[in-house]
Nanobody, 117 residues
Framework: QVQLVESGGGLVQAGGSLRLSCSASTSIFSICDVNWYRQAPGKQRELVAGIAVGESTNYADSVKGRFTISRDNAKNTAYLQMNDLKPEDTAVYYC???????????WGQGTQVTVSS
């Protein structure tokens, strides 16, 4: 079992930055692909960024060039650096870990990001 805890959300003005963290309860995290999703009110949850076990990354078109995903396996933590934030980035951001070997999925409780115009 992997427990995920997100932190770093908050209220920021447009153009500002935030760094989200996703801390895992176990070192199994290091063999999980990790993703950040977000869900805005009235909208479906969408994939924002992902980082594989091998550290290849992928991003939604809407955040390319502004967001950077990274991981520190020694700390069982993943990060999402968000720059040049826009009001449309407002959402609850969720950390997701996929244990590739067993096809298990784990979710955090989410952290609110609000970007004011």
């Amino acid at each position: 079992q992997v427990q995920l805890v997100e932190s770093g959300g908050g209220l920021v003005q447009a153009g500002g930055s935030l760094r989200l963290s996703c801390s895992a309860s176990t070192s199994i995290f290091s063999i999980c692909d990790v993703n950040w999703y977000r869900q805005a009110p009235g909208k479906q949850r969408e994939l924002v960024a992902g980082i594989a076990v091998g550290e290849s990354t992928n991003y939604a078109d809407s955040v390319k060039g502004r967001f950077t995903i990274s991981r520190d396996n020694a700390k069982n933590t993943a990060y999402l650096q968000m720059n040049d934030l826009k009001p449309e980035d407002t959402a609850v951001y969720y950390c997701h870990a996929h244990l590739v070997a067993l096809h298990f999925d784990y979710w955090g409780q989410g952290t609110q990001v609000t970007v004011s115009s």
